[in-house]
Nanobody, 124 residues
Framework: QVQLVESGGGLVQAGGSLRLSCAAS????????MGWFRQAPGKEREFVAT????????YYADSVKGRFTISRDNAKTTVYLEMNSLKPEDTAVYYC?????????????????WGQGTQVTVSS
């Protein structure tokens, strides 16, 4: 199994930056692809970014491409989401997720383990 705890959310002005962290525990982390998703009030959860087990393959939603960077440190069992040039429409609860059974994927139903989420609020 994999247990996930997100941190690093907060309130930031438009154009600012935040770095989210997802601390993982459990023996499956190093073999799992990891993903970040977000859910804004009144909206469905949406894919943000994903990274494979070794960190050399990534994939991003068009809405964040060029602004967000996903990375991982397997020695620290942590996944990161560096968010730059933030926009008010990036406001959401951000979730970290793990999928031991697949490579990088944007489909949330393929992720077996989820964190509790961290709030990101971008003011205009």
């Amino acid at each position: 199994q994999v247990q996930l705890v997100e941190s690093g959310g907060g309130l930031v002005q438009a154009g600012g930056s935040l770095r989210l962290s997802c601390a993982a525990s459990g023996r499956l982390f190093s073999s799992s692809a990891m993903g970040w998703f977000r859910q804004a009030p009144g909206k469905e959860r949406e894919f943000v970014a994903t990274i494979n087990w070794s960190g050399d393959h990534t994939y991003y939603a068009d809405s964040v491409k060029g602004r967000f960077t996903i990375s991982r440190d397997n020695a620290k069992t942590t996944v990161y989401l560096e968010m730059n040039s933030l926009k008010p429409e990036d406001t959401a609860v951000y979730y970290c997720a793990a999928t031991p059974g697949y490579g990088i994927t944007s489909f949330d139903h393929r992720y077996d383990y989820w964190g509790q989420g961290t709030q990101v609020t971008v003011s205009s």
